[in-house]
């Protein structure tokens, strides 16, 4: 209700630019809170009443069926809270009810995903997403102070990052902000934090609260016009190198969750590319290209806050009926929970960029402003960066379809691979219900794709810092209609009315084999996983044991390891001797009195030189 | 032109030049070994009889395999007036490159998804190793329709196509992207030497693995789409190549279409000849050959920014 509200709310006072002071009635410190609402935190709104009206609906069935694990009260308060903090993020034009709201939210979004309270490993993930959220808090609040000292000011509007002195709290801000998105190299906290969160907070986190870091990017430096290249070219880079090893990442995880939340990885590098692009191209003057990447940034921000969710909250529809998201152990879900399979499906597509749904539009906008850029530049090593940049791309398109593929395939085609997955039936109907209003969100995005872009364009020129319209001739439409008409045309003639024999699949002339010799999720990623190798450290050890082992082997056991390289070299020992140093601190505290004394008289002593000194 | 003789010029290139390739293919590596071999409309005949048998489907299917054939086809019809294939083309609409590259995605992720939905590990192998071979000729693929766009300064393949009077330094872009494509649609269809068309040895094949499961209509749907989409990989090399000829715009457009035709015949004759000659390539080769196709596309590239600086 609240969410709707907030939607509705946004959408009544649609074109403005407005300003609520509740200083009077709030104060935090010193200033007071100010709530600044234009059209651009006025469209995430409605897009986030959109997402919690899905996850309102989803919840109570969700919540009874897993009633041992969840306290609802607490999970409810915890979510509202959530939403509050994060529109208050989206509408703060100052420095302390941003921090305040950024705390908020991300202390609300910790508690929820430790309220499911079972088990080591959501305290782990719980543990490892506390210290990253803290670590890019205190970011910002560093940047933030500089920014006060270098300005005088906490408002937003009177920082200026296009003025030399505030490269050093930009930088600050923009690794406060990468760490809250999961851009490489800070990405490690987020697959834990996803996998551990029930669905619908997942759907939540990867859906919204991702989105609030790149849009605060987006209006601090888009909006804010950064002007270091050193700075432009670093995110930009950091973008390419997120968002290929995020999906590299994502196709050889085997849990459905982990799956989706790498592939979130990358959404939110193919966002940054497109915010740094709008940088450069604003730092080079060319404004076209400038409105160009921008309208990417939101596009891509927005699509992906409805298919991502879609995509989780299949996940959690398929959860409470398997109680595993493990793909080995699932399979065979199409027939059994046509629905939830179905808007698996159309996320997956929407993921993967089928040009009738909505993750075209963002993709090829991005593609566009590159390809502009390249024709525009007039520095060759910059025309083959950039060129460099849309053939990575490319191929993370492909890896995208791999990992789709292998996430549908082996989940909802074929025979069910565990008990657990043969007696599935459809989730209750709220469950339903809240998948298709997603799913018909991300066709009717899709279809309509440009009109969805028209309403952006028009925010953001409301916003402010947009000027003149971008060249925009989104493709799509004529296509889609050959293609969906012909299809439909093509199923109608051959197969709608027609009849069919049925028999066992083909199996090279033997009896059915068991459901576990279909194939799995590793070896789907196998021969991808091989070729990258060196990044995955991919290992596969097959053992085979027995008298004569070639021809009659009696136990075959192949074990495959994928280690995550970035944990165990750089997060590993650095987490490692921080504790050691910790460690060496605490031998400070010592408890005994009269070591304290040792340290008051040096220090003392200390002062007493220093004085004698200057 | 009447409008009339343009849409049924096309419609026939479109239902006509598939078979008669893939004939011509057989009837070529007939003759290299000896064979007088089957007549080139055999396909026809072929097709024909697939219309007619019924189904039979596996009892593991839950109804996607029937959508992702009828999808496939329509997605590569869709492609046929996306791409420059030919020469006539009665309505070009905005075919964007990178609209084209993810119509393309779209078309490959069906197919596979078709294959796993029968659960069969065949096709599923067969399905992992094409993912495989789409992630390592996209982004050589894309880099060379890439090149000839930045060329031109243009997006729109379509109207690239129908633009005379190329610079100089663009010929070399055209013959090194035509060249690419020709290597890509190798890999991307499963020919020689990549894969073979002709063995039916389920744990090495691609394609040919993926449609196990696929009888009658099915497979007459699934067949044809993939002799479209060979159809319109190599109309698109000989089109590049024709870009070459200074002298092609000056041709009419029946002409232009008779030379079109004649080109992607040529290319069939070509694929024949190689694929009686060639060997199949160890799978572990093949990102080698594709690091090949690569520095083709990239040749291309430079040639479309020296192109540029001039």
Same mark, same amino acid.
């Given at each position: ?5 907030? %939607? /509705? ?22 200033? %007071? ?7 651009? #935190?006025?469209?995430?709104? /409605? &897009? ?38 994060? =529109? ?8 302390? #009810? ?5 705390? &908020?939210?991300?202390? =609300? ?45 906490? #408002? ?123 940088? &450069? ?42 109680? =595993? ?5 699932? %399979? ?11 808007? &698996? ?28 850029? /390249? ?187 994928? /280690? ?51 | ?15 006509? !030049? ?21 007549? !080139? ?6 097709? +024909?009889?697939?219309? $007619?048998?019924?189904? @039979? ?11 992702? @054939?009828?999808?496939?086809?329509? @997605? ?9 294939? !030919? ?37 599923? *192998?067969?399905? @992992? ?36 009077? !190329? ?65 319109? +990989? ?8 024709? $870009?070459?000829?200074?002298? *092609?715009?000056? +041709?009419?457009?029946? $002409? $232009? ?54």
């Amino acid at each position: 209700m609240l969410a709707t509200s907030i %939607g /509705v709310f946004a959408w009544r006072t649609w074109g403005h630019a407005t300003t609520y002071d509740f200083s009077r009635l709030i104060k935090f410190g010193t200033s %007071g809170l100010s709530i600044y609402i234009d059209d651009l #935190s006025r469209l995430f709104m /409605v &897009l986030q009443s959109i997402l919690m009206l899905a996850i309102a609906v989803y919840l109570p069935p969700y919540l009874r069926k897993n009633g041992k694990s969840f306290q609802s009260g607490f999970f409810w308060s915890g979510l509202l809270l959530l939403l509050a903090a994060m =529109t208050g993020v989206l509408c703060s034009r100052d420095a302390i #009810s941003f921090i305040v709201f950024w705390e &908020l939210m991300s202390l =609300t979004s910790i508690s929820l995903v430790a309220a499911k309270n079972s088990g080591r490993s959501i305290q782990k993930a719980t543990f490892i997403y506390l210290s990253a959220t803290k670590i890019a808090g205190s970011f910002i609040a560093a940047a933030f102070l500089v920014l006060y000292s270098n300005t005088t000011s906490l #408002s937003f509007i009177d920082w200026n990052f296009s003025e030399q002195r505030n490269y050093v709290p930009a930088f600050l801000l923009l690794t406060g902000l990468c760490i809250k998105a999961g851009i490489w190299p800070f990405h490690v906290w987020l697959p834990y934090a996803y996998e551990a969160a029930a669905s619908p907070i997942s759907a939540l986190l990867s859906g919204f609260m991702s989105k609030v870091a790149m849009l605060s990017a987006i209006r601090f430096f888009v909006f804010g016009h950064l002007d270091s290249p050193h700075l432009i070219w670093l995110t930009l880079i950091l973008g390419v190198v997120t968002s290929f090893w995020g999906i590299l990442f994502a196709l050889v995880q085997n849990n459905m969750k982990r799956v989706i939340a790498y592939s979130s990885i990358e959404n939110m590098g193919l966002i940054l590319i497109s915010i740094s692009i709008s940088m &450069l191209a604003h730092h080079e003057r060319l404004p076209l290209i400038e409105n160009l990447s921008t309208i990417a940034a939101v596009t891509l921000c927005v699509n992906h806050a409805l298919f991502k969710p879609l995509l989780f909250l299949c996940c959690g529809s398929i959860f409470l009926q398997a109680q =595993t998201l493990e793909l080995d152990d699932l %399979g065979g879900l199409a027939k059994k929970m046509p629905l939830t399979a179905g808007c &698996l499906i159309i996320g997956s597509f929407a993921i993967c960029c089928a040009p009738f749904l909505n993750g075209f539009p963002g993709k090829w906008f991005l593609y566009q402003s590159l390809f502009q850029l /390249v024709c525009a530049s007039t520095s060759d090593v910059e025309r083959t960066a950039f060129i460099a940049i849309i053939c990575i791309l490319a191929a993370v398109g492909a890896l995208a379809v791999a990992t789709f593929v292998k996430l549908v395939g082996v989940a909802c085609f074929g025979e069910a691979r565990s008990e657990a997955a043969l007696k599935l039936v459809e989730s209750p109907r709220e469950i339903r219900a809240a998948l298709i209003l997603l799913a018909v969100a991300c066709i009717l995005s899709g279809i309509f794709a440009k009109d969805v872009t028209q309403i952006l364009t028009s925010s953001l020129m409301v916003s402010g810092e947009f000027s003149g319209s971008a060249n925009i001739r989104l493709p799509a439409f004529t296509g889609n209609v050959v293609l969906i008409g012909t299809s439909t045309f093509f199923y109608l003639l051959f197969f709608a009315f027609r009849g069919f024999k049925t028999a066992s699949t083909w199996n090279c002339g033997y009896t059915i084999a068991s459901p576990k010799a279909q194939i799995s999720a590793n070896s789907f990623a196998q021969p991808v996983a091989r070729i990258f190798r060196p990044i995955l450290q991919y290992r596969n050890v097959a053992t085979i044991t027995g008298a004569d082992r070639k021809h009659f082997p009696e136990n075959i056991h192949v074990d495959t390891k994928i /280690v995550s390289i970035l944990e165990k070299t750089v997060y590993a020992p650095l987490v490692f001797s921080t504790a050691r140093a910790a460690k060496l601190i605490s031998q400070l505290q010592a408890g005994s009195v009269h070591l304290y004394i040792l340290y008051v008289c040096l220090t003392l002593i200390a002062l007493l030189l220093l004085g004698g000194l200057l | 032109m009447s409008a009339f003789a343009i849409w049924s010029t096309f419609m026939l290139s479109v239902v006509l !030049i598939p078979p008669l390739c893939s004939g011509l293919i057989r009837k070529v590596k007939a003759r290299l070994q000896g064979r007088i071999g089957a007549p !080139i409309w055999q396909p026809f005949f072929e097709l +024909y009889r697939l219309s $007619q048998k019924r189904e @039979t489907l596996s009892q593991t299917m839950c109804g996607f395999f029937r959508c992702s @054939t009828a999808i496939g086809l329509s @997605t590569t019809l869709t492609l046929t007036w996306l791409l420059p294939w !030919i020469s006539i083309k009665p309505w070009a609409p905005d075919a964007d490159l990178f609209l084209v590259l993810y119509v393309m995605a779209f078309e490959k992720m069906v197919s596979m998804l078709g294959a796993l939905d029968s659960g069969s590990p065949f096709a599923a *192998f067969g399905a @992992t190793r094409g993912a495989t071979l789409n992630l390592l000729v996209e982004p050589a693929f894309c880099l060379a329709l890439l090149a000839i766009a930045i060329a031109n300064g243009d997006t729109n393949i379509n109207q690239i196509f129908l633009n005379r009077g !190329i610079a100089g330094g663009a010929q070399a872009v055209y013959f090194f992207s035509g060249l690419a494509l020709f290597f890509i649609s190798l890999v991307e269809l499963g020919r020689m030497p990549i894969d073979d068309p002709t063995t039916h040895l389920e744990l090495t094949m691609v394609h040919e693995a993926m449609i196990l499961e696929a009888s009658a209509k099915n497979l007459l749907l699934l067949e044809y789409a993939r002799i479209l989409k060979m159809t319109l +990989y190599w109309g698109l090399s000989t089109q590049c190549m024709f $870009q070459l000829m200074p002298a *092609f715009h000056k +041709y009419s457009g029946l $002409q $232009q279409e008779f030379l079109s035709v004649c080109g992607i015949m040529t290319m069939a004759c070509l694929v024949a000849v190689g694929e009686s000659l060639l060997v199949k390539l160890q799978w572990r080769k093949i990102p080698e050959f594709a690091a090949y196709v690569m520095s083709l596309s990239i040749v291309s590239a430079f040639a479309a920014l020296a192109g540029k600086r001039l």
